[in-house]
């Protein structure tokens, strides 16, 4: 024995399950059921009863690891989903990418209408900053300004919404890779990162902790999007949830259409390595569940 | 003499030249031409040279009456303007009122597709967030994360989202005059309101005079949609700068249709005269601005 210390053995469905619990009854609470005329559904719709939750589970792992605020962490946990799940809405419509399929369900403008999916996009964004703003005063303001600044960020033209058009702009182009890594840096890279720096800023990181949270941020967004490019031609429309083979019918540029199917699937173990290095290097305390994240990200089947 | 403060005569335009130029200024400096693959150009188009920029007067001019953090005002003025600004942009998109000139020119969707002005809109309003929390300590936490929390209820399903779904259901129904003010006191009034409770936000209103101000506000937002429906059936569309007669051809429910025109004029009136009052009531220092920018409300002709 060295006196190292061994940490014991880590089990993420176990620790996923306690917080997807508090995120699904958080979220439910606060996509309001109420709304006017409608709308309040199509939010739900939306939002409730689907999708990984990665993005929640990143907040609460950066949070975790930096012994942030929890009642911060779960707010902001909600909040990047609600953003996710806005974006989701808006890129399925006919004037987008006009997928009917999400989640193994009807798109919200198949089943509410288009200017209900809008608007229900839309009310879901400004929900998403309510959330990090609460009136009480249990969450300093210095971190609601923190999370409120950083989340419009990872959203706005310099991060996802940024992204979608260039996306946009380069359907049927051929790009190098590093045009695609900066497409998808901002397209999806953005808000995972954003997720991880959210979760930090629930505590009070010291900067070499939080250079490891971005570094691994970073390489756990672009690892997400070339296992996603690579799903998208190796896995089926009921195992996605949505449909499959979409990214090559649109002619889209994608990892796999870059470098092939196998560079690809080095690139994204690559990745993780790169993502795992950068936690091993810092003096965060417990690592485990952001460790564990990251190789489902890489491991998974959709 | 009695000794009683008599105020200097008040001019708006030259009150209002001031400040709008301030407003345009930030705003083409905050509406980045950089954003990428067209995205701040069709944000630009959506926002500058054009509008009244009703909202950011309210701001400023609050703001002014409370002595507020003179940063923090100009921040707020140009955030709720981006609010409006997207707001319009998914408004006239076909699957919503599909509209095809605003303030006399193409809307965005007709100059840059349906995509880029859906994704240009996403991206204005987190820009809206994104101003209200800059990374600088010129203004204080506390008044960041306010102006964050009013601006997220005043735009979304409580407020303006809210109300556009209300409408959107409404089309072709009878009202009562009390649903037509609840519609409109989300669809229109939240963000006027809003602009004013902003303003307010950027100084330290004492109990009194900040129930002045939203009576104030509530007035006014309803005087703005009342006007807005009485011009809609009397001003030509140059005038306007939008498609005249619009609410009638898409058989909507307005002031006009509920009260009539005579009716209708007289609201107006009162409105005015309740904003006026809640002013008069109060110990605000200066509301010479707030007064003569509800008197322009309600005798505008576009």
């Given at each position: 024995m060295t006196g190292q210390f061994v940490q014991p053995s880590f089990d993420l469905t176990s620790w996923s399950g306690e917080r997807l619990e508090r995120v699904e009854r958080a979220l439910s609470g606060w996509?309001?059921?109420?709304?006017p005329a409608g709308l309040g559904e199509a939010m739900r719709y939306a939002v409730l009863?689907?999708?990984?939750?990665l993005r929640p589970l990143l907040v609460l792992a950066a949070s975790e690891a930096v012994q942030g605020n929890a009642e911060a962490a779960l707010r902001a946990a909600c909040a990047v989903e609600l953003i996710h799940a806005y974006s989701l809405v808006h890129d399925d419509m006919p004037c987008m990418?006009?997928?009917?399929?999400?989640r193994g369900k009807p798109t919200v403008h198949v089943k509410f209408g288009q200017a209900q999916a809008l608007l229900a996009g839309d009310a879901l964004q400004a929900l998403a900053f309510e959330l990090l703003a609460?009136?009480?005063?249990?969450?300093p303001d210095s971190v609601q300004a923190a999370l409120c600044r950083m989340l419009a960020r990872a959203a706005g033209h310099a991060g996802m919404a940024g992204g979608q058009a260039i996306d946009l702009a380069n359907v049927g182009q051929v790009l190098t890779e590093a045009q695609l890594r900066e497409m998808h840096s901002r397209k999806t890279g953005a808000l995972l990162l954003g997720s991880v720096m959210m979760g930090a800023a629930c505590g009070q990181p010291q900067g070499r902790a939080l250079a490891a949270l971005e570094a691994y941020g970073r390489a756990l967004g672009l690892a997400f999007q070339v296992v996603d490019d690579i799903l998208d031609v190796t896995a089926d429309s009921v195992t996605l949830g949505k449909t499959a083979g979409k990214d090559a019918d649109q002619n889209k540029p994608t990892y796999v259409s870059v470098l092939g199917l196998d560079r690809s699937r080095a690139y994204a173990r690559e990745l993780l390595a790169e993502a795992l290095q950068a936690l091993a290097s810092?003096?965060?305390?417990?690592t485990r569940a952001l460790r564990a994240l990251a190789t489902m990200v890489v491991d998974r089947d959709n």
């Open positions: 996509v309001v059921a109420d709304a009863d689907g999708g990984k939750r990418d006009n997928d009917v399929l999400r609460p009136p009480d005063r249990a969450i810092s003096d965060l305390a417990d």
